[in-house]
């Protein structure tokens, strides 16, 4: 149980549709950040937040939007899903960037 | 090319074989990660390390900084081992850069 919990734990959208996808960290931690992990393939980095700003973003459209509360938990929003889309979504918190991060039990999307 | 290959990418074991999974990067980092990841996705961070050698229990990490190469090896491995163990190094941006994965099977 590493305190970090995202919700849901599945999903399944419609094509075009939008999805909001939650990240609570672990108490104490200002850094989340947010990968997804297609099948067979390692996670990919989508974006980071320390401190509600986005701190780093990786290769993914505008429509991969994020956001960060004072409590420090994060949301991932998808617009205009996409098929492609279908993956499964971590997030990690750490205390700050660059030190050890804790990991959730990811939301698996599905995009029919 | 993967900035972070891994292998190999399948292993099956027998219970009790020591297990060595490799992991080499082509990028400057500050840490190297090893993490692994359960039928269910989620995903254990195992080691963080930046030099030298970790243990815990029965696995060891290693890093060679020079050669940009890495190993995690189990010791008498058993079924409960049986995930798929990712390597992520850590540049400077602070962001992880995945492996594909080497999934471990190990058979009673």
């Known amino acids: 149980e590493t305190g970090v919990t995202q919700s849901p734990t599945h999903l399944i959208k419609t094509r075009g549709q939008q999805v909001t996808l939650r990240c609570s960290s672990q108490?104490?931690?200002?850094?989340v950040s947010w990968y997804q992990q297609a099948l067979g393939q390692g996670p990919q980095f989508i974006f980071q937040y320390y401190r509600e700003e986005e701190n780093g973003r990786g290769n993914f459209p505008p429509r991969f939007s994020g956001l960060q509360f004072p409590n420090y938990s994060s949301e991932l929003n998808v617009n205009a899903l996409e098929l492609d889309d279908s993956a499964l979504y971590l997030c990690a918190s750490s205390l700050k960037a660059g030190i050890e991060a804790f990991f959730g039990q990811g939301t698996r999307l599905t995009v029919v | 090319k993967n900035e972070v290959e891994q292998s190999p990418q399948n292993l099956t074991a027998q219970e009790g074989e020591f297990i060595t999974i490799n992991c080499s990067y082509s990028?400057?980092?500050?840490?190297l990660h090893w993490l692994q990841q359960h039928p269910g996705g989620g995903i254990v961070s195992l080691f963080m390390?930046?030099?030298g050698k970790k243990k815990h229990g029965r696995l060891i990490a290693t890093i060679n900084i020079q050669e940009k190469h890495s190993s995690l090896h189990i010791t008498a491995s058993h079924p409960r081992d049986s995930a798929v163990y990712i390597c992520?190094?850590?540049?400077?941006?602070?962001?992880?850069?995945f492996g594909k994965g080497t999934k471990l099977t190990v058979n009673p």
């Open positions: 390390l930046s030099s």
């Open positions: 108490s104490g931690h200002n850094t």
């Open positions: 992520a190094a850590q540049g400077g941006s602070e962001k992880l850069v």
């Open positions: 990028v400057g980092i500050s840490a």
